[in-house]
């Protein structure tokens, strides 16, 4: 069974950081490629960030380049999300997400499992 479970959701000023965790387990392959999504409530699910099964790749969505960092840990099968220079536009519930596959993916469609979510509010 496919596991995926965020942490490191929180409540931060405006110009603080956060970094989320995704730990995985049970992936039936581990050339899986992942990613970070968000959404808003009454907003649809957005891309945040996405890695190839590598790591060595990356894809980052206009709005958060620059200041949003992915990285996975393929040893320990996490994925991590760090995030600097904190907006209260970024206030979202953040998702991970995962799918067998080599290249980097960025539609919440092309994902095949979901983890539960984490909460991240910046405050202004």
């Known amino acids: 069974q496919v596991q995926l479970v965020e942490s490191g959701g929180g409540l931060v000023q405006d110009g603080g950081s956060l970094r989320l965790s995704c730990a995985v387990s049970?992936?039936?392959?581990?050339?899986?490629?992942m990613g970070w999504f968000r959404q808003a409530p009454g907003n649809e699910r957005h891309f945040v960030a996405a890695?190839?099964?590598?790591?060595?790749?990356?894809d980052y969505a206009d709005s958060v380049k620059g200041r949003f960092t992915l990285f996975r840990d393929n040893a320990d099968n996490i994925l991590f999300l760090d995030m600097i220079n904190l907006k209260p536009e970024d206030t979202a519930v953040y998702y991970c997400?995962?799918?067998?596959?080599?290249?980097?993916?960025?539609?919440?469609?092309?994902?095949?499992?979901w983890g539960q979510g984490t909460q991240v509010t910046v405050s202004s």
């Open positions: 997400a995962a799918t067998t596959g080599l290249e980097a993916r960025t539609r919440a469609t092309e994902y095949t499992y």
């Open positions: 049970g992936l039936p392959d581990r050339r899986t490629a």
């Open positions: 890695t190839d099964w590598s790591g060595l790749t990356t």
